[in-house]
């Protein structure tokens, strides 16, 4: 395949993962495997996607920055083992091998890919707990957390797995947040946003400085998911969420399984 046919196959699959995402989220489940199927390798692959797709990590957190208001404090404590446990992580992944990330790779997607079939019925938990109200009061700048130590270490350990692969992370913080006893959902998101953000930039700092980031895909990546997200942002609410979340998990699975045996080929 020449280069400039892959480079445009990657800008369609990038504008598909951020259509995705913009809807129902998990583009990358469908991204990573997709990109690893046109030649790059595993390990590149994963910090490429990780620079490429940071500008969309940003602009949604720029959709949720009024649900913040009044949580400095509480940001500014989330980033802290948000931060730490992106660098790890990413220090870990520049430090695996690449023969060894590739025999990894197929359980990081499989296991991402029963993380998002969980998101559906943990997110109506959240939100049932939630009730009508559209701002809960405790979630505000005085709001004290339950096991409020023991849910930052358990960030930082979401946070090294954010810096290493990431997909999946969304739904592995707002299990904190709700062990720490948030129950307002767009505020949780609005934290979960934040978090993403803090572990993905540093991990993607750490990447671009590496020399393992492939800067055409990354490129590529960054238009067609930019891209991607404006169309679908126009057509999202006509687009059912359970028929692409279906997609994604059954695309998930058979990504999962297809790196396994290409592994064992």
């Keep these: 395949m020449g280069e400039a046919v892959r480079l445009a196959a990657i800008v369609v699959i990038a504008a598909l993962g951020g259509m995705v995402n913009s809807i129902a989220g998990g583009g990358t489940l469908l991204t990573f495997p997709a990109i690893v199927a046109l030649g790059v390798p595993p390990l590149i692959a994963n910090a490429t996607s990780t620079v490429a797709l940071w500008p969309g990590a940003l602009s949604s957190m720029w959709g949720y920055r009024e649900r913040l208001r009044g949580m400095r404090q509480w940001a500014t404590i989330f980033a802290v083992p948000s931060v730490t446990g992106g660098v790890l992580g990413a220090w870990l992944l520049l430090a695996t091998p690449a ?22 019925p943990v997110l109506r938990r959240l939100r049932t707990n939630s009730g009508s109200n559209a701002v809960n009061a405790r979630d505000d700048g005085e709001f004290a957390p339950r096991h409020g130590a ?44 934040w978090g993403g953000l803090c572990m993905n930039f540093v991990a993607a700092v750490m990447f671009a400085f590496s020399g393992i980031v492939d800067w055409p ?23 059912p969420q359970v028929v692409v979340r279906r997609a994604i998990v059954g695309v998930g699975f058979v990504a999962g399984g297809w790196l396994l045996w290409a592994r064992m080929a």
């Design 217 to 239: 895909v990354a490129l590529a990546m960054a238009v067609g998911a930019t891209a991607g997200g404006y169309l679908a942002s126009r057509a999202a609410q006509r687009v």
């Design 150 to 193: 023991v849910a930052l270490i358990c960030q930082f350990l979401v946070g090294v797995y954010g810096g290493y692969f990431g997909a999946g992370i969304g739904i592995l913080m707002l299990a904190v947040l709700g062990y720490m006893g948030f129950s307002n959902i767009h505020r949780m998101n609005g934290l979960k946003n």
């Design 99 to 120: 023969k060894r990330f590739t025999l990894i790779v197929p359980w990081l997607v499989l296991g991402a890919t029963v993380l998002f079939a969980a998101q559906g």
